[in-house]
């Protein structure tokens, strides 16, 4: 871990930040967050990060008084701060206020940001991941928005329970229809006849900002890629599957519901897509 958080203005050692324990976002869980990846000292597609953070915080109606470059400087100071390459969370709440749920009741949202050295397995991109379908529907993408990244991760905790009762590393979530929608903390992808498939938003899933370009090297890679509707069965024949995220970039998945994906290697397509994705962190593209 960094030894120094952001917390409400202030640079502080991390022993000593603390939240009010009246924050709307530990009572309600009333808040959104982002995680992001900084290489070399530089946060990876940092703009598209703020991007969702600003869309989540309006659909929330969350105050947010800080403009987007005041926080991108906050961040780039926190990288400073910590070291260069870095996992970094940045959360934002309702803020502090009187029991009950109307976020009136909230006048200053709470900020926290913190970091925290990243530690590569190197093991999991070179001999592939192990990943399950798990029994823990999605959220209704209706009910609670699956496309704002909010603290409201009680759906994804409850999936991930079932993963370590696996001893997977990975658990693929289905929507009420038995649609593939994405992992409890990546988006997922597939490989058939070299056409890289992937849910489709509507399928209720967070659009993740690896997802996003990741399709982008897919296509400039010569893919086909289709945002469509997938289920378990075509994961099952893929000739390949991965997931993705901003820490853990494109993991290849080898063995599906303790049966192997393709011929049980790391996808040809998947690790040019890892190449290419760790190029363009590196290039900062
Ligand atoms: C539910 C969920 N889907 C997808 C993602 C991937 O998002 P990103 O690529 O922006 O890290 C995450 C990341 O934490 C997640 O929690």
Partial sequence: MGNTVYLNGKFVPADEAAVSVFDHGLLYGDGIFETMRAYNGKIFMLSEHLDRLYRSAKDLELNMPWSPGELAEVLGRLVSLNGDNQYIRLTITRGPGPVGIDPRLCPE???????????????????????????????????????????????????????????????????????????????????????????????????????????????????????????????????????????SEVVPVVMLDNRPVGNGKPGRVTLKLLERYRDCTLAQD
């Avoid at 925290?116 to 379908?133: N, Q, S």
């Avoid at 999605?138 to 009762?165: C, G, H, P, Q, W």
């Avoid at 967070?206 to 982008?216: H, P, Y």
């Fill in 109 to 247: 949202p709470t900020i926290v940001v913190f970091s925290k050295d990243i530690t590569i397995d190197e093991r999991l991109y070179r001999e592939g991941a192990r990943a399950v379908f798990v029994e823990t529907p999605r959220n209704l993408a209706m009910a609670v928005r699956t496309d704002i990244k909010s603290l409201n991760f009680l759906n994804n905790i409850l999936a991930k329970r079932e993963v370590i009762r696996y001893g997977a590393d990975e658990g693929f979530m289905l929507n009420y229809r038995g649609q593939v929608t994405e992992g409890t903390v990546s988006n997922v992808f597939m490989i058939r006849d070299n056409c890289v498939l992937t849910p489709s938003p509507a399928c209720g899933l967070l659009e993740g900002i690896t997802r996003v370009k990741v399709i982008e090297i897919a296509y400039r890679i010569g893919c086909q890629v289709e945002e469509t509707v997938l289920f378990r069965q075509d994961l099952e024949n893929a000739e390949e599957v991965f997931y993705t995220n901003s820490g």
